[in-house]
């Protein structure tokens, strides 16, 4: 039985190929960022440098990106000056960054932005928030942070992983059952405001009809006269004496 060496050849390239294809998406998938994105947002920053641990300024809050050699102070930066690099700032214990720095390099659409120090500035990493807070109608697609509705991700980090081929968003809170549960919930609470309302209107009635009655009441029993220069006098009031005035001659004596 002869043996076609060009059709194992063709099985074994066809069998090389879709081994390799978690390969072959992972690689694709790697190049749909910068090779510096996912080093920077693993990396620790606000740290003292290592090399120039005795100097003032020792914090690291640089970023190489042509390097990717971890953070770096403002005396490392000394050594990377034909470089592009940046700088991470801080927010609440999270680290920012500016959007004019980074959107030079990278695209961050529908990446939420917020104003920290009169600069608007965007979080690395996800901030997962334990409750969502109510009337929250637009959430992070990965960690569920209450955002604006025109975004979709709360940071860099959680665009990365919402984008990524086969994941799937997480389902939003009070939106299932095609809209019946949101719904139901909206008419409950009509519900309330009208029986609030019609409570109200009929507290104001019956304070009405009570105010109605009182001055009825108040019309049949005789009026009180009004009071007299006499009843405002006080008991013992009276009209104090002036300085008594002797008479001019009563100190004269007639001498005869």
Known sequence: MAIDHATLLGLNSRGAMGGGGGECDAAAENQRWPPWLKPLLSTSFFVQCRIHADAHKSECNMYCLDCMNGALCSLCLAHHRDH????????????????????????????????????????????????????????????ERSLLDCFRFCSLGCKIVGTARGYRPKKKHGGGGGGGGGNKKKRAALKVKDVRSDSEDSCTSTSGASSDKSSVVQSFSPSTPPPTSASHRRPGNKRRKGVPHRSPFGSLIVEH
Do not use: M, W
Request: proline share 5%.
């Open 84 to 143: 592009n690099s940046i700088q991470i700032r801080r927010s609440s214990y999270h680290d920012v960054i500016r959007v004019s720095e980074i959107q030079k390099v990278l695209d961050i659409a529908g990446v939420q932005t917020y104003i920290i120090n009169s600069a608007r500035v965007v979080f690395l990493n996800e901030r997962p928030q334990p409750r969502p807070a109510k009337g929250v109608t637009n959430t992070c697609e990965v960690c």
